[in-house]
């Protein structure tokens, strides 16, 4: 039976796969890490298969589960049209893993169950629940409270909520970049977050823009503006400059003739050195350094990673890197930009973190917008099904408030959410949805043993999810702990707020004395 449990889960893995495959040219990494724990939502289907196999399943429990496979495709939906790749091929993932796990749960697996296959009664268990969710329904009363703290919370860090910038999607450790940082400002190591970048139309154009913007930071440097900056023309320097270096270097007759004078009175003889007047000879006559010579050194990958080819040419990149800190201050941006300008070939300081922090900002806008989109697409879809504004709320509102309360949680504490946050949100939503609607439906469809069958289900499919996402919330990698964090007890909260919240049920035949 635990194997079988697997089943959907592997079903819906593959196809989600398989989908991705064939909607993109490639499936991201994050796409399998992130997606193969969503449809961890299926593994719920077969507990209540499992669980609630004693009465009809195909007419009892499959019409909640597909209206709960809905609501969650209505909202994983809202990801497709992103502009951000891996979350429109995590919504793409997500429907097709969770419609493929469903529909093996309700064609396969009943098919496959063996005659003889036994597992533990959890009816008695399921007495014990149903008292409990008597005393949880008195209690109601506190979730206007709890609505309020979140609420107050929300407005209190409006400001800080969300985190807009791209390191927070970074797998290492905030501890472990802040140590980076201090490493590279003390080794003088160029900033990643500024380049000075100038294009031209060959590579020797290219070289020759980039000695002459170097001439005008080297100043920079000198008096202590910036810490220094990288070049591709230190490995590879531009014809021009090295035919002028050649110039300078004298004819062998006369090098010999400054050794015999500068070495007059000395134990050392010109004689000794003549390997260094040949040495001066071949540079002098030899061919100019190309980047074929540089061909299997450990110059070769420098000079492609600084000097590289693209549509409009050739680029050259000039990494900038500050003096007594990680970043560069403003002020010394402001004088990087100024002698950038005066250089006259047309170069920039690019801000790289800058950029991506704006745009992954506007990613993050988009998500968000996104889903609010399938929120509302899931209220209309249950508008429509279950045909009862109430019963709508009865469903809709555990949901929304344990995604606030999470969200005021992590307020509270002083974490700021990002786009990974919005990705748990939304699979709170889609398993929270399963069980407010299998309480709406004991409520309007009771029957004799349906009400414990269907809060043990609950509960176990529940304590499921909870263990493995807070297995995730310990992870030492941010972006797991994240998710894991907001969907362990997101969950919780919206089982236990459903249950405060759902209607009362005609009540169930008492348990025999014989158990």
Same mark, same amino acid.
């Given at each position: 039976m635990l194997l079988l449990t697997l089943v959907p889960v592997a079903s819906g893995a593959l196809a989600g796969v398989a989908a991705v495959a064939l909607g993109f040219p490639a499936v991201h990494g994050i796409t399998l890490g992130f997606?193969?724990?969503?449809?961890?939502?299926?593994?719920?289907?077969?507990?209540?298969?499992?669980?609630? %196999?004693?009465?009809?399943?195909?007419?009892?429990?499959?019409?909640?589960?597909?209206?709960?496979?809905?609501?969650?495709?209505?909202?994983?939906?809202?990801?497709?049209?992103?502009?951000?790749?891996?979350?429109?091929?995590?919504?793409?993932?997500?429907?097709?893993?969770?419609?493929?796990?469903?529909?093996?749960? %309700?064609?396969?697996?009943?098919?496959?169950?063996?005659?003889?296959?036994?597992?533990?009664?959890?009816?008695?268990?399921?007495?014990y629940l149903e008292r409990l969710l008597g005393r949880l329904r008195a209690a109601r009363g506190a979730l206007l409270v709890v609505a309020l703290l979140a609420g107050t919370l929300l407005y209190l860090h409006r400001g800080a909520l969300w985190s807009r910038e791209l390191n927070a999607l970074s797998p290492i450790r905030a501890a472990d970049m802040q140590l980076d940082e201090q490493l590279r400002a003390a080794a003088g190591l160029p900033d990643a977050g500024y380049i000075v970048a100038v294009t031209a139309a060959d590579r020797e154009a290219a070289l020759a823009a980039a000695d002459a913007v170097g001439a005008r #930071?080297?100043?920079?440097?000198?008096?202590?503006?910036?810490?220094?900056?990288?070049?591709?023309?230190?490995?590879?320097?531009?014809?021009?400059?090295?035919?002028?270096?050649?110039?300078?270097?004298?004819?062998?007759?006369?090098?010999?003739?400054?050794?015999?004078?500068?070495?007059?009175?000395?134990?050392?003889?010109?004689?000794?050195?003549?390997?260094?007047?040949?040495?001066?000879?071949?540079?002098?006559?030899?061919?100019?350094?190309?980047?074929?010579? $540089?061909?299997?050194?450990?110059?070769?990958?420098?000079?492609?990673?600084?000097?590289?080819?693209?549509?409009?040419?050739?680029?050259?990149?000039?990494?900038?890197?500050?003096?007594?800190?990680?970043?560069?201050?403003?002020?010394?941006?402001?004088?990087?930009?100024?002698?950038?300008?005066?250089?006259?070939?047309?170069?920039?300081?690019?801000? #790289?973190?800058?950029?991506?922090?704006?745009?992954?900002?506007?990613?993050?806008?988009?998500?968000?917008?996104?889903?609010?989109?399938?929120?509302?697409?899931?209220?209309? #879809?249950? $508008?429509?099904?279950? %045909?009862?504004?109430? %019963?709508?709320?009865r469903v809709v509102a555990p949901l929304a408030l344990s995604v606030l309360t999470v969200a005021a949680l992590f307020a509270a504490l002083g974490h700021a959410l990002t786009i990974l946050h919005v990705v748990g949100m939304l699979l709170i939503v889609a398993v929270g949805s399963n069980y407010a609607l299998f309480f709406d439906r004991a409520a309007t469809h009771p029957e004799s043993r349906s009400l414990p069958l269907t809060l043990a289900s609950l509960v176990v499919a529940n304590l499921a999810t909870v263990i493995a996402f807070g297995v995730l919330a310990a992870s030492s990698v941010p972006v797991l702990a994240h998710l894991g964090a907001t969907v362990a007890p997101g969950t919780l909260l919206a089982l236990l707020f459903a249950a405060m919240l759902s209607p009362p049920v005609t009540p169930t035949t008492p348990r025999p004395a014989s158990g």
């Open positions: 997606g193969v724990t969503l449809i961890g939502e299926s593994v719920d289907y077969a507990i209540y298969l499992f669980i609630q %196999r004693s009465g009809d399943f195909r007419s009892s429990v499959w019409p909640t589960i597909r209206l709960g496979v809905l609501t969650s495709i209505c909202g994983f939906a809202a990801l497709l049209p992103s502009a951000f790749p891996g979350l429109s091929q995590l919504g793409l993932y997500s429907i097709a893993g969770l419609a493929a796990a469903a529909l093996v749960t %309700r064609f396969v697996l009943p098919e496959w169950l063996p005659r003889a296959a036994r597992i533990r009664d959890l009816t008695a268990a399921g007495f #930071l080297t100043p920079l440097v000198d008096e202590g503006v910036i810490g220094g900056f990288d070049s591709p023309t230190r490995f590879l320097p531009s014809s021009a400059v090295q035919e002028a270096r050649r110039r300078t270097l004298p004819a062998a007759a006369v090098l010999r003739a400054s050794l015999d004078e500068g070495l007059e009175g000395l134990p050392l003889t010109t004689a000794r050195l003549e390997p260094f007047v040949d040495a001066v000879q071949r540079a002098r006559e030899g061919p100019l350094l190309r980047r074929a010579d $540089l061909e299997g050194s450990s110059f070769g990958p420098v000079v492609d990673a600084l000097l590289v080819r693209g549509p409009a040419g050739w680029s050259a990149l000039l990494p900038v890197s500050a003096r007594d800190s990680a970043n560069l201050p403003d002020s010394a941006v402001t004088q990087v930009r100024s002698a950038v300008a005066s250089a006259s070939v047309g170069a920039e300081l690019l801000d #790289l973190k800058g950029e991506a922090d704006r745009l992954y900002s506007g990613y993050l806008s988009e998500a968000v917008r996104l889903a609010i989109g399938g929120f509302v697409a899931i209220v209309l #879809l249950l $508008l429509i099904a279950l %045909r009862s504004a109430a %019963r709508v709320v």
